[in-house]
Nanobody
Framework: QVQLVESGGGLVQAGGSLRLSCAASGRSFSYYCMGWFRQAPGKEREFVAAINWSSWSGGNTAYEDSVKGRFTISRDNAQNSVYLQMNNLKQEDTAVYYC??????????????????WGQGTQVTVSS
């Protein structure tokens, strides 16, 4: 069983930056693929970024097209944590951001249905 707790959300002006953190409890964190999703009001939950386990490269990653070049996902297996650095934020990035985990370290999962564990979410609001 894995419990995930997100932090780092808040209110930021367009063009600004935020860094989200997700702390995971449980064992064998490095064996999990970790992902970030977001859900805006009235919209479905959508994929943002994912990172798998790789002791050599620090993790293979995937990003949703609209965040490529602006967001960076990373992980620290020693700290049982995954991060989402968000730069050049836009109003359309406003959403509740969720951390997710699936026990398959080789996968870079991009679909919500692939994930087994979810955090409670953290609100990110980007103002004009």
């Amino acid at each position: 069983q894995v419990q995930l707790v997100e932090s780092g959300g808040g209110l930021v002006q367009a063009g600004g930056s935020l860094r989200l953190s997700c702390a995971a409890s449980g064992r064998s964190f490095s064996y999990y693929c970790m992902g970030w999703f977001r859900q805006a009001p009235g919209k479905e939950r959508e994929f943002v970024a994912a990172i798998n386990w790789s002791s050599w490269s620090g993790g293979n990653t995937a990003y949703e097209d609209s965040v490529k070049g602006r967001f960076t996902i990373s992980r620290d297996n020693a700290q049982n944590s995954v991060y989402l650095q968000m730069n050049n934020l836009k109003q359309e990035d406003t959403a509740v951001y969720y951390c997710a985990a699936v026990r398959d370290g080789w996968r870079v999962a991009t679909l919500a249905l692939e994930y087994d564990y979810w955090g409670q979410g953290t609100q990110v609001t980007v103002s004009s």
